[in-house]
């Protein structure tokens, strides 16, 4: 069994219509942000990777049930998958369905190099509310942030704050948390209230403004690790600095 790291990038959007382009908008800006990468392949029953000479014609006819199916660069050693899946409004903020869009690849140095681009490209081109890249193995953390019973703790093991579940929110533009690299929209941007050149000046140096007007910033220079001292200090310099991230305290006006 592979023992490679991996990068994970989920990012949140509005649920797909019909025949949705946001499906191709995601899978061609992700090609222009890896040199190289060619998504020309679905996942056989096997798990063996099955060309697809008329992707872009295929993928837009299986766009059912909210998503899209699994599709790869046909490189089994060094695998990129890319998917979508609806999550139900019971799960969602706001009580409205929202597309989900997945990526994996390894993180090694061309992922990283190419990481925040691609970020911007599956966040814009779902035109997504908010979004992450983070090391494989985050969820892990966040699930511990997250406040099940009125009992909890403050703090979650790591000592970073709880949060509440992304259906306890009743905007799908606050994030529920951060990650490595942080997608927020425009609309996102202005619940959390980000930016505020006099406070935010540090974050503003790993931060880009993107097409729509979003943002990608970043947390930390290397990919974030929860055994770093340091990187859990940054964490929970972010969380303090926007207490509407996860739900702690509401929007403003």
């Given at each position: 069994m592979s023992t490679q790291k991996k990068l994970t990038l989920i990012t949140y959007a509005p649920a797909l219509a019909g025949k949705d382009s946001r499906t191709l908008n995601i899978i061609h800006g992700m090609e222009n942000a890896l040199p190289g990468l060619r998504l020309e392949w679905e996942v056989g029953e096997s798990g063996r990777p099955i060309a697809l000479p008329q992707r872009d014609t295929w993928l837009v006819e299986r766009i059912e049930d909210g998503g899209f199916p699994v599709v790869c660069n046909g490189?089994?050693?060094?695998?990129?998958?890319?998917?979508?899946?609806?999550?139900?409004?019971?799960?969602?903020?706001?009580?409205?369905?929202?597309?989900?869009?997945?990526?994996?690849?390894?993180?090694?140095?061309?992922?990283?190099?190419?990481?925040?681009?691609?970020?911007?490209?599956?966040?814009?081109?779902?035109?997504?509310?908010?979004?992450?890249?983070?090391?494989?193995?985050?969820?892990?953390?966040?699930?511990?942030?997250?406040?099940?019973?009125?009992?909890?703790?403050?703090?979650?093991?790591?000592?970073?704050?709880?949060?509440?579940?992304?259906?306890?929110?009743?905007?799908?533009?606050?994030?529920?948390?951060?990650?490595?690299?942080?997608?927020?929209?425009?609309?996102?941007?202005?619940?959390?209230?980000?930016?505020?050149?006099?406070?935010?000046?540090?974050?503003?140096?790993?931060?880009?403004?993107?097409?729509s007007g979003g943002w990608i910033v970043r947390l930390t220079e290397a990919p974030l690790d929860y055994d770093n001292p340091a990187h859990l200090e940054a964490l929970k310099r972010v969380y303090e600095r926007f207490p509407v991230i996860g739900g702690r305290t509401a929007p403003g006006p």
């Open positions: 490189d089994e050693r060094h695998p990129v998958t890319v998917w979508g899946i609806e999550s139900s409004g019971r799960s969602s903020p706001g009580g409205q369905p929202q597309l989900e869009v997945h990526a994996k690849l390894p993180l090694d140095g061309p992922a990283v190099a190419a990481a925040a681009a691609l970020l911007e490209a599956v966040a814009e081109g779902a035109r997504s509310f908010w979004g992450h890249a983070s090391p494989y193995g985050y969820g892990a953390e966040v699930a511990q942030q997250f406040r099940r019973s009125p009992d909890d703790p403050e703090r979650s093991p790591r000592g970073l704050p709880m949060l509440n579940l992304p259906e306890k929110s009743p905007r799908a533009e606050t994030p529920s948390f951060l990650g490595w690299l942080n997608y927020w929209s425009a609309a996102a941007a202005e619940v959390i209230g980000f930016p505020e050149p006099a406070r935010d000046a540090e974050l503003l140096t790993r931060a880009r403004r993107t097409p």
